[in-house]
């Protein structure tokens, strides 16, 4: 059966099918290291963290080109923007919406995982980095 979405022809943000396949379309002709770290952001939502994007691209094995210089060429295209030190943002919530949109259902899922993973990791990086105001340590 058709979903709700093919028979309205219209995706979750209530737009024409056709203003989605021109993003598809734009987002085609990028790299593929560019298409797949916009990708891999939009499991974050329309903003993200450029730090935890990094953490799994290294754990995936992709270093080279590096997650920044990747978002530096993104955002000469407009796709995203740097909004403070390591948080960055879709330009448009269409761009986020179809890159997450069109990932795999078990690469979602993966993703969602590891970035869950890394955000945790780097809460408590920074939680081990933070001064201990206020608490007591107990005297040996």
Known sequence: ???????SGKNSLGLPASIR???VCRLDRLGRA????LSQCAVQGTEFNAEVTDEIRQAQGETDPTTLSLLHKL????????VRS??????QPLTQET?????LLRTRQAWHAETADVMCQL?????LRLPSAGV???QL
């Open 21 to 23: 396949a021109a993003m």
């Open 1 to 7: 059966g058709e979903s709700e979405k093919e028979v």
């Open 75 to 82: 955002e000469l295209k407009n796709f995203v923007k740097r």
């Open 86 to 91: 390591n948080a960055w943002e879709f330009c």
């Open 123 to 127: 809460a408590g990086r920074a939680a």
């Open 34 to 37: 560019e298409r797949d770290l």
């Open 136 to 138: 007591r340590r107990p």
């Open 99 to 103: 890159c997450y949109e069109t990932l």
